[in-house]
Nanobody, 129 residues
Framework: QVQLVESGGGLVQPGGSLRLSCATS????????MRWYRQAPGKERELVAH?????????????RYADSVKGRFTISRDNAKNTLYLQMNSLKPEDTAVYYC?????????????????WGQGTQVTVSS
């Protein structure tokens, strides 16, 4: 049983920082690439950051980011704790969204994120004065 539990969100002022956590269970965490997504009200869920597994030889770099967050967000993982993190700095109002984590499961192939059936509850991030 795959379980994904996001935490760490909250209300912050523009320019502030937050660190999100994603505690996982039910699968071999270290063998999967992991991702952070976000969804703002009325908008499509979008990919924010990606981290390959340690043994992945497909990609030259371990981490990748959406252009909108590159240079401000940092994805990391602790395989010993089966936990994924997202450090968010220099936050902007446009970053306001519910943030979700997920693994790059093979059954996701060919489907939009909205069609995945293994999402957690997400954690709300609100950036406002």
């Amino acid at each position: 049983q795959v379980q994904l539990v996001e935490s760490g969100g909250g209300l912050v002022q523009p320019g502030g920082s937050l660190r999100l956590s994603c505690a996982t269970s039910g699968f071999t965490f270290s063998r999967y690439a992991m991702r952070w997504y976000r969804q703002a009200p009325g908008k499509e869920r979008e990919l924010v950051a990606h981290f390959t597994d340690a043994g992945d030889s497909i990609y030259a770099d371990s981490t990748r980011y959406a252009d909108s967050v590159k240079g401000r967000f940092t994805i990391s993982r602790d395989n010993a704790k089966n936990t994924l993190y997202l450090q968010m700095n220099s936050l902007k109002p446009e970053d306001t969204a519910v943030y979700y984590c997920n693994a790059d499961f093979p059954w996701h192939s060919g489907r939009n994120p909205e069609e995945y059936d293994d999402w957690g509850q997400g954690t709300q991030v609100t950036v406002s004065s």
